[in-house]
Antibody
Framework: EVQLVESGGGLVKPGGSLRLSCAAS????????MNWVRQAPGNGLEWVSS????????YYADSVKGRFTISRDNAKNSLYLQMNSLRAEDTAVYYC???????????????WGQGTLVTVSS | DIQMTQSPSSLSASVGDRVTITCRAS??????LNWYQQKPGKAPKLLIY???SLQSGVPSRFSGSGSGTHFTLTISSLQPEDFATYYC?????????FGPGTKVDIK
C-alpha cells in the first residue's frame, strides 16, 4: 500500500524553528518528485514547496522562500521540511504529497499524507 | 502566478442531484487541471487529473471537462459520501495554485 506519514508538528513560538518529516512506503520513493502543501485552519490549500526525485530542482512559494528548506533522503525514503523564522501565519496542517505524472507532462498530487499540525503562537 | 477561481463557493444539494462546479484560470493552462475532494479532518483525495481523466477507484459519477481557462467538475448523481469540499488545482506552472474550494453540503 502506498503510504505517506508526516510527523514533527507541534506548538512553537514566533521566530522559532521546526522540522517536519514525511515517511514514504509502498512505492519507489527515489523515482518521484515530492511536495509540501499546507492548509491554515478553516482555509484552503496552499502549495509550499517541491523537490525533484534526485533533489536537482527545488521550488518554494514566495510566502516561505528564504525561511523554509525542503530536502529528502532517498536511502531513508523520507522527505523533510525545515521551517525557520516561523510566523503566526505559518500555522496550518502540513501535508506531504507525491507528485505523479505521465509522459505528456501532466502531473498531480497523489497520494497525500494525513497531515501534521504546526501552531505558531506565543 | 496563475490565479484559480471557483464557483459557487458553496452549494446545497440533495442526494441524487446533478452537481456542477466551475473552475477558471487567470490564463490558459491547456488541460493541466486537477480536482481534489476533501472531507473534514481528512487529507485531500485526487478525483480527476489532466482535466478529464478519472483517477483509479473514483466512482464514474464524477467527471471533468474543459481546457484553456474554463473547467467543470460534474457529479451526475450526488451520493451521501460526496458531501465535501472540492478544489481545483493547476499543474501548468509553479507555483501550483489551488482554487479556493467549493463546499457541497446537504440541502
Amino acid at each position: 500500500e502506498v503510504q505517506l506519514v508526516e510527523s514533527g508538528g507541534g506548538l512553537v513560538k514566533p521566530g522559532g524553528s521546526l522540522r517536519l518529516s514525511c515517511a514514504a512506503s509502498g512505492f519507489t520513493f527515489s523515482s518521484y518528485s515530492m511536495n509540501w502543501v499546507r492548509q491554515a485552519p478553516g482555509n484552503g490549500l496552499e502549495w509550499v514547496s517541491s523537490i525533484t526525485s534526485s533533489s536537482s530542482y527545488i521550488y518554494y512559494a514566495d510566502s516561505v522562500k528564504g525561511r523554509f528548506t525542503i530536502s529528502r533522503d532517498n536511502a531513508k525514503n523520507s522527505l523533510y521540511l525545515q521551517m525557520n523564522s516561523l510566523r503566526a501565519e505559518d500555522t496550518a496542517v502540513y501535508y506531504c504529497a507525491r507528485e505523479d505524472d505521465i509522459l505528456t507532462g501532466q502531473n498531480w498530487f497523489d497520494p497525500w499524507g494525513q497531515g501534521t499540525l504546526v501552531t505558531v503562537s506565543s | 502566478d496563475i490565479q484559480m477561481t471557483q464557483s459557487p463557493s458553496s452549494l446545497s444539494a440533495s442526494v441524487g442531484d446533478r452537481v456542477t462546479i466551475t473552475c477558471r484560470a487567470s490564463q490558459s493552462i491547456s488541460s493541466y487541471l486537477n480536482w481534489y475532494q476533501q472531507k473534514p479532518g481528512k487529507a485531500p483525495k485526487l478525483l480527476i487529473y489532466a482535466a478529464s481523466s478519472l483517477q483509479s477507484g473514483v466512482p464514474s459519477r464524477f467527471s471533468g471537462s474543459g481546457s484553456g481557462t474554463h473547467f467543470t467538475l460534474t457529479i451526475s448523481s450526488l451520493q451521501p459520501e460526496d458531501f465535501a469540499t472540492y478544489y481545483c488545482q493547476q499543474s501548468y506552472s509553479t507555483p501550483r495554485t489551488f482554487g479556493p474550494g467549493t463546499k457541497v453540503d446537504i440541502k
